[in-house]
């Protein structure tokens, strides 16, 4: 909303959007794809509280003894090891980002020379403005691993708004002065309070940094990530191809692909995101102990759960997305036109987040097997579908051909591991009992393999039922001249309370576990605050 106010959708915006992918793209490589893939299990290993009665998985390594002051002295040895590497290593890279700036921004960003000449060495500066950035965000991620191997997450979520936060406070106080830079300059800021919490925490949970250059567990680490590192290699080409392809369609498109892509982004990573990351440190243990029937357990609620939220969410913002674009973004230098086209990205952006909401917890529940291998493999072929899809539609539909490409991505991707995944554990013995009775959540062998049909014809049936009485709601409230904030903002309550109750409805009289099973916990979360007002 801050940057839509003060710098619409032009191509200063894409400038921006251009430099601030550099960082991102070198975390994703780096960090982001071993965090979850590596890193999590990994150290989700080292911190099983029964840990210290086997025999450690690397060679040469003593079991690992759990302390009752903090986490086991293997595990500490294990962070500083990483913490320390990374630290020098991430400091090169940092300085070869700021060296090598107007390569990179020539590389990703030539199209926008044949608008403006001016967007080029523009990119360059902000990218510069922002080497620093590739060392906090990667170090705050390697962090990030650290606590959630321990199951500790309210804090790296409130991080992720740290972040983001820098842009919002910078920007108003800085436009005015230095323009478009204050948005690195808050990026600047954001990462580094990121940085600061995450450490904070980390020291909280009792770990100090330790000087450590070597801990069997890396070669671990590494074996684990290099599949991981070749996809991401073409991942990264990727979005290199997407922005370069979407800067030659016209200085304003990669701004209206970011602004669809940020609100198509808000459910992913309230629901899919949120609950995969969530299962991933118990999938990782309690594939290490040999639980395979809790492993089962645990993935198939985690993937119902995240259908049965995410279905809404998405039916949803596509039927509001001309008031929630309207209320977020139009004001300022952001136009009706830039509305129009935000709108038409997001419809199709949409659709391919119902495929990514349940490739994250397939792709999990790889990382969990010790297997990053297939996960991989199939990142190549979609980005292979991507490319092809793109170069297809790029002439007809501009950048829009690009949206529908990534949407074609995203569905090849999640279909291709769905497949896999069943394939995989019908060739897995069960072993172990079904945990999981600590939930209050149902399992059994009839409910571990993923969503069944009752649960996607339940969920069908309410989405339905929803967007019949949402487009009732909208057409009472259709405005009769132009449409004002207020009533965007009307439609926008009335539409989706409207529409949520009659989902939640539908789905309860349906009988359908997970629904209930959020009904109850909201009942017990409203008896324990009433308890604590009294």
Known sequence: MVIASYFGATGLVSAFTVAGTV???????????????????????????????????????????????????????LVGALLSLAVVSLAGLALLTFVFAPQVAALLAGGLDDFDPTLLPLTSRLLRLMAPVVWLLSMAGLLTAVLFALQRFSLPALAAALYNLGIVVAAPLLAGHI?????????????????????????????????????????????????????????????????????????????????????????????????SLAALPRLSQQFAAGDEAAYRATLARGLRMVIVLIVPLLVGLGLLAEPAVRVMFERGQFTAVDTAQVQSALHIYLVGALFAAIDFPLIYAFYARNDTLLPALVGVLSVLVYAAIAFVLLEGLGFLGLVWADTAKQGAHAVVMLGLLVWKLKTVPRRGLPSGAE?????????DVGPNVRTVAAVAGAA???????????????????????NDILRIVVGGAGGALAYAGALLLARQPEAWQLYRTALRLGGLKRESER
């Open 23 to 77: 960082p991102k793209m070198l975390y994703d490589f780096l960090v982001g794809g071993m965090l979850s893939a590596a890193l999590v299990p990994v150290l989700s290993d080292y911190a099983r509280e029964d840990r210290d009665r086997e025999p450690g998985p690397e060679k040469g390594e003593p079991p690992a003894k759990v302390t009752e002051t903090g986490p086991n002295p293997e595990l500490v040895r």
């Open 179 to 275: 323009g478009i830079a204050s948005l690195a300059i808050g990026v600047l800021a954001g990462s580094t309070l990121q940085f600061g919490l995450m450490a904070w925490d980390v020291r909280r949970a009792g770990l100090r940094f330790t000087v450590e250059w070597s801990h069997p567990a890396l070669a671990r680490i590494v074996r684990l990530y290099l599949p991981i590192a070749a996809g991401l290699i073409v991942a990264q080409f990727q979005v290199g191809l997407d922005r370069r392809l979407a800067s030659g369609t016209g200085v304003q498109s990669i701004a209206w692909m970011s602004k669809a892509t940020t609100l198509q982004q808000l459910p992913l990573g309230m629901i899919s995101v949120a609950i």
């Open 439 to 447: 939930d209050g959540l149902e399992s059994g062998p009839e409910r």
């Open 464 to 486: 339905a039922a929803m967007g019949l009485v949402m487009a009732w709601l909208l057409s009472l409230l259709e405005p009769v001249g132009s449409p004002t904030l207020s």
